[in-house]
Nanobody, 123 residues
Framework: QVQLVESGGGLVQPGGSLRLSCAAS????????MAWFRQAPGKEREFVAA???????SDADSVKGRFTISRNNAKNTVTLRMNSLRLKNTPFYYC?????????????????WGQGTQVTVSS
């Protein structure tokens, strides 16, 4: 079992930056792949970025060059650094973990989810 708690959401101006954190507890964190997904009102949850147990990463095309995912196994945390945020970036961001250490961009492959943290981009 893995428990995930996100933090760091809030209000930011267009073009601004924000850092989201996910604190994990439970089973061995270092062996799991972690990811961030986001979901805007009325839309499906979509993949943002993922990091494997060995810190390989994968990003959605829409965030490449602007968002960076990283992990700290000593602290059991995953961080999503977001730069150049756009007005459409106003959904809830969710941290997710899966049973295996390899990356997946599929929502269905992640069995553990946090409660989400909201990011509002507004001028």
């Amino acid at each position: 079992q893995v428990q995930l708690v996100e933090s760091g959401g809030g209000l930011v101006q267009p073009g601004g930056s924000l850092r989201l954190s996910c604190a994990a507890s439970g089973r061995t964190f270092s062996s799991t792949a972690m990811a961030w997904f986001r979901q805007a009102p009325g839309k499906e949850r979509e993949f943002v970025a993922a990091v494997s147990w060995s810190s390989s990463t994968s990003d959605a095309d829409s965030v490449k060059g602007r968002f960076t995912i990283s992990r700290n196994n000593a602290k059991n945390t995953v961080t999503l650094r977001m730069n150049s945020l756009r007005l459409k970036n106003t959904p809830f961001y969710y941290c997710a973990a899966r049973e295996w250490g390899s990356i997946s961009t599929s929502l269905e492959s992640y069995g553990y989810w946090g409660q989400g943290t909201q990011v509002t981009v507004s001028s």
